[in-house]
Nanobody, 121 residues
């Protein structure tokens, strides 16, 4: 079991960068596959990036080359470095933990409450 808390969201100009953090408690984040999802108003929640227990990563095509997922075992923290932000990246970003890395919400048992990212045009 793990409790997740996101931070690092905010308002940024198009082309700017943000680094999101997801702090885990209860167990180290490395015990789980971890992923970032996002949801814009009126839209479905979508997969953004994920990392398996073995360290393999996956990205949505829309963010590949701009976003980087990583983690720190020492800090029990998952990160999402977001560069070259676009207005269409505006959404609530949530981290999730589960047994396997899959690009749907179903495998993930634990979710943070999310952090708002707003990109101005």
């Amino acid at each position: 079991q793990v409790h997740l808390v996101e931070s690092g969201g905010g308002l940024v100009q198009a082309g700017g960068s943000l680094r999101l953090s997801c702090a885990a408690s209860g167990r180290t984040y490395s015990d789980y596959a971890m992923a970032w999802f996002r949801q814009a108003p009126g839209k479905e929640r979508e997969f953004v990036a994920g990392i398996s227990r073995a360290g393999s990563t996956a990205y949505a095509d829309s963010v590949k080359g701009r976003f980087t997922i990583s983690g720190s075992n020492a800090k029990n923290t998952l990160y999402l470095q977001m560069n070259g932000l676009k207005p269409e990246d505006t959404a609530v970003y949530s981290c999730a933990a589960g047994p396997v890395l899959i690009r749907t919400t179903s495998p993930y048992s634990y979710w943070g409450q999310g952090t708002q990212v707003t990109v101005s045009s």
